[in-house]
């Protein structure tokens, strides 16, 4: 069933969850052991009870009424903690299943995508972002939330939230987890992860420091100016003249993205003659992980919203894992994290 699908280029959701009923591997596993992918539509079936869909989005056949058609928003409110009060371990991130929510009170009605506004309704004055001098690549940070800076290592195998290995490629000198960056309301701390050539700011070395607009930093070889993202930005990026560009971080491979069209991005396999839009194959070790149809990008309101398609190890984005199904939009200077490949989005006007 799965090839005679690879070969027509109809593997959609509806496929998903069609094998996910009558699956007896997952009925196996969950009586066995847990595995990152099990434990993902796991808790899609416990996170999303099922409901009237007369007003919902229409999906393929059978997934008209199943979960992944629900629409949610990120919202992380995380808090600020200190070093020595996060808890470490020695499975890489990209590794460990993702655990459920913890529900308090109440669960408020899951949202829709016939509900999600345009880009130019949900304009954020107090968004921030690190422009990277030499080459101009922008790093939206989270308002609330936290990613980590470095560079990919395939020996190592614990891939960061932002890649800098492209322009770091002449000294050398980021580490594999070399930054972390915490957003509280909108205000940004960074702090050193024991990187080798430690984090300057504005030409002093710190271990943390809470970061001000036009605040230079550099980490290792690569220096960014941190300030906030221009309004009219979110603007521009609904424009028809504008391009929309994607980045492969690690390598400097650039795309540029067809507006209303569906881009996959995966790794091709020659045995089920299946290719995707966006290949990661050709990009080497830090593509290893990729699942084969990764993840999809729609486009709604003219603006491009990027959605998880089951993938094994996880999609994040600004840092957080998006759960199976979900489809979220991209902004200007977002970073994309697949499996540990990291994908950064970006327009030109």
Avoid at 144 to 163: A, H, L, T
Avoid at 259 to 282: E, M, Q
Avoid at 293 to 300: G, L, N, V
Wanted: glycine share 6%; charged share 30%.
């Amino acid at each position: 069933m799965v090839r005679a699908a690879f070969e027509a280029r109809t593997d959609t959701l509806a496929t998903w969850a069609t094998l996910q009923k009558q699956c007896l591997l997952l009925e196996a596993d969950k009586a066995r052991s847990k595995s990152a992918l099990s434990d993902r539509l796991r808790k899609v079936q416990d996170d999303y009870p099922e409901e009237d869909d007369s007003d919902a989005l229409k999906m393929p056949s059978t997934m008209s009424k199943q979960k992944s058609s629900v629409i949610r928003r990120l919202n992380p409110n995380k808090q600020f903690d200190a070093p020595e009060n996060r808890k470490t371990s020695q499975t890489p991130d990209y590794l460990r299943p993702v655990s459920p929510p913890v529900k308090k009170g109440p669960s408020k009605p899951l949202k829709r995508l016939s509900s999600t506004k345009p880009l130019r309704e949900i304009r954020d004055e107090n968004r921030f972002w690190f422009t990277v001098l030499r080459t101009g690549r922008h790093i939206a940070l989270p308002i609330n939330g936290e990613i980590s800076f470095g560079r990919f290592d395939p020996n190592v195998g614990i891939p960061p939230d932002i890649d800098l290995s492209f322009e770091d490629r002449g000294s050398k000198m980021v580490s594999r987890r070399h930054a972390l960056i915490i957003g509280r309301n909108a205000e940004h701390r960074i702090e050193d992860l024991g990187s080798r050539a430690g984090i300057f700011l504005n030409g002093t070395q710190v271990d943390q420091a809470v970061l001000k607009p036009r605040d230079h930093i550099s980490l290792g070889g690569v220096k960014m100016i941190y300030d906030k993202i221009p309004p009219e930005i979110f603007q521009q990026a609904i424009e028809k003249r504008t391009r929309h560009i994607l980045t492969v971080t690690p390598t400097g491979r650039k795309f540029h993205l067809d507006c209303n069209k569906k881009i996959l991005i995966g790794r091709k396999d020659t045995s089920v003659n299946f290719l995707p839009d966006i290949d990661l194959s050709a990009d080497g070790d830090v593509a290893r992980l990729v699942s084969r149809r990764h993840a999809i990008i729609r486009w709604r309101y003219s603006q491009p919203f990027i959605e998880d398609l089951g993938s094994s190890f996880g999609t994040r984005l600004r840092g957080d894992v998006l759960s199976l199904g979900q489809m979220v939009p991209l902004k200007p200077g977002d970073h994309i994290w697949l499996a540990g490949c990291v994908l950064a989005y970006d327009i030109e006007t």
